[in-house]
């Protein structure tokens, strides 16, 4: 594997990772505020990567279609919507900020939930890493290393709060440090796993990679319509929490177009 693929796949890990060591630095949960505003940065990064890095070379590898290129974008982008809104509700986990856990009842604990939860809104963006990387791979003029380099960054910048976010909780909830170290580290995991499955099946997905960049695109929508935009704009002053929306997503934006 070229080397430059495999930091590519490890840099958004070692965001989570780094964000779910605060455990060892803060004493106290997140106040209420930052929180806020790290759950609207996420949200934007997401929002921004969904649109440069694979919604608009999803419909550039389609131009061959005339003017029926959205297609693949729009199929690929419902289906991965449609994706986890089944996972949602076929696994159970439990969101930031909520006392009544979704999926079908069962007997888990809330940290383990909790992880489940993370984990399952890093599906997508470890899909979206992989996809990208496999487009690189396999020669797409669309997708050059330095613009697969910037979805990497972007995420790995985004999962940095959300380590913070699901290792902080973890320990207010009872659990020793180095579990819930763990537990935010477990959660990120998700993402380079499904990286490397999705670019292993780069010689079979070819001809589907515009379908498989929008699925990634769709999936992460799905996580900050459903998840992060009621997170970020609950309660008095939710302000904070768009206007760090904008600051990831103009971020994200540079990011991609400066790099890609």
Avoid at 26 to 51: C, D, P, W, Y
Avoid at 190 to 205: F, M, Q, R, S
């Amino acid at each position: 594997m070229d080397i430059n693929v495999f930091y590519g796949i490890l840099i958004p890990f070692l965001g989570t990772s780094a964000g779910a060591a605060c455990v060892f630095f803060m004493k106290k949960n997140l106040n209420e505020q930052i929180q806020r505003a790290l759950t609207g940065f996420a949200a934007g990064v997401m929002v921004a990567a969904s649109i440069w890095s694979l919604l608009i070379p999803a419909i550039e590898q389609s131009s061959g279609l005339g003017k029926l290129s959205f297609v693949p974008a729009a199929v690929g982008f419902w289906i991965g919507v449609l994706f986890l809104l089944l996972l949602d509700h076929m696994i159970p986990h439990l969101h930031q900020n909520s006392n009544k856990a979704e999926g079908p009842k069962s007997k888990l604990q809330r940290t383990t939930m909790l992880v489940i939860a993370v984990t399952l809104h890093n599906i997508p963006e470890g899909m979206a890493v992989g996809v990208v990387y496999a487009g690189y791979l396999t020669g797409h003029a669309q997708i050059t290393i330095m613009g697969a380099m910037a979805l990497s960054i972007g995420i790995a910048i985004q999962n940095f709060p959300e380590g913070a976010i699901i290792s902080m909780p973890l320990r207010s909830e009872g659990m020793g440090k180095t579990k819930a170290f763990a537990g935010g580290v477990l959660s990120g995991i998700a993402e380079p796993i499904g990286a490397v499955l999705t670019i292993l099946a780069a010689g079979l997905i070819v001809p589907a990679l515009p379908y498989l960049l929008s699925f990634a695109a769709g999936a992460m929508l799905y996580v900050v319509v459903e998840e992060l935009i009621p997170e970020m704009s609950v309660g008095e002053h939710s302000n904070i929490g768009t206007l760090f929306f904008a600051v990831g997503f103009s971020l994200m934006m540079i990011l991609d177009v400066a790099l890609g």
